[in-house]
């Protein structure tokens, strides 16, 4: 895993996988709650991202999914990095855990895909990076885990 510092949407042309963190909060009209943060940012730049999201965490029959990749990957590079259930709550430890093992299995099955993951749980999250890097610290290097400005000695 690679640290860096800065806007995360500089990197979307030099990615495979461009993952924002994200919820299992369904609204009533099958829309996955992106509300705050990188993820109300793609939810603004893709409109019909929350509904496509949404219909495929409904379709799991669960509210634990770890990460979501599109099927349409390569071609659709963005995806979702599950940091909690309930987007009102603070980041689940043990599901950041849980995300970070699908993202590392995903990356043993597409080695060469450059992947960027804004840090999970920090924002919104109301985890510290202290308690979180050392569950990330396990992805490989082939992930990249961004924050806004830089974290100093954690």
């Given at each position: 895993m690679k640290l860096a510092a800065g806007d995360m949407w500089s990197a979307w042309s030099s990615v495979d996988l461009f993952l924002v963190t994200t919820n299992s909060t369904i609204r009533r009209d099958g829309a996955l709650v992106m509300g705050r943060g990188i993820a109300?940012?793609?939810?603004?730049?893709?409109?019909?991202?929350?509904?496509?999201?949404?219909?495929?965490?409904?379709?799991?029959?669960?509210?634990?999914?770890g990460?979501?990749?599109?099927?349409?990957?390569?071609?659709?590079?963005?995806?979702?990095?599950?940091?909690?259930?309930?987007?009102?709550?603070?980041?689940?430890?043990d599901l950041i855990l849980y995300s970070t093992k699908k993202l590392i299995h995903w990356c043993g099955l597409h080695p060469t895909a450059a992947v960027a993951l804004n840090f999970p749980g920090i924002g919104n999250g109301r985890q510290d990076p202290a308690n979180v890097l050392p569950i990330i610290r396990k992805l490989p290097d082939q992930v990249t885990v961004?924050?806004?400005?830089?974290?100093?000695?954690?």
């Open positions: 109300k940012e793609a939810a603004t730049r893709w409109p019909r991202l929350p509904y496509s999201l949404g219909n495929r965490i409904n379709s799991l029959g669960t509210d634990k999914y990460i979501i990749v599109s099927a349409f990957w390569p071609k659709t590079k963005i995806g979702a990095f599950q940091v909690k259930v309930y987007w009102g709550d603070a980041a689940d430890l961004w924050t806004r400005h830089p974290l100093g000695a954690i």
